[in-house]
């Protein structure tokens, strides 16, 4: 069993940064892989980045290569999102979740509550 409970959301203007943290709890955190995902008003849940439980392994969805940067520090029990370059578009609640395979949307079992990111223009 894994507790996930998000920080670092808020209000920025586009353009801007912010950093996302998630702090896990339970004594088989490491051996997880790690997700973010978003949902914006009206839109389904998607996919945004991933990475392995090892950290070697990271993936990306198209909307935010080289914009987004999926990191873990398996010590702290936490996994971070560093988000640059912010949209609009990219305002949604995040969510940090866990599971198997960094790659699977489906196979991620555990979630934490979610984290507001609002872009202005």
């Known amino acids: 069993q894994v507790q996930l409970v998000e920080s670092g959301g808020g209000l920025v203007q586009a353009g801007g940064s912010l950093r996302l943290s998630c702090a896990a709890s339970?004594?088989?955190?490491?051996?997880?892989?790690m997700g973010w995902f978003r949902q914006a008003p009206g839109k389904e849940r998607e996919y945004v980045s991933g990475?392995?439980?090892?950290?070697?392994?990271?993936d990306y969805a198209d909307s935010v290569k080289g914009r987004f940067t999926i990191s873990r520090d398996n010590a702290a029990n936490t996994v971070y999102l560093q988000m640059n370059s912010l949209k609009p578009e990219d305002t949604a609640v995040y969510y940090c979740?866990?599971?198997?395979?960094?790659?699977?949307?489906?196979?991620?079992?555990?979630w934490g509550q979610g984290t507001q990111v609002t872009v202005s223009s």
């Open positions: 979740a866990a599971g198997s395979n960094w790659k699977r949307s489906a196979s991620f079992d555990y």
């Open positions: 339970g004594r088989t955190y490491s051996s997880y892989a």
């Open positions: 990475i392995s439980w090892s950290g070697a392994r990271k």
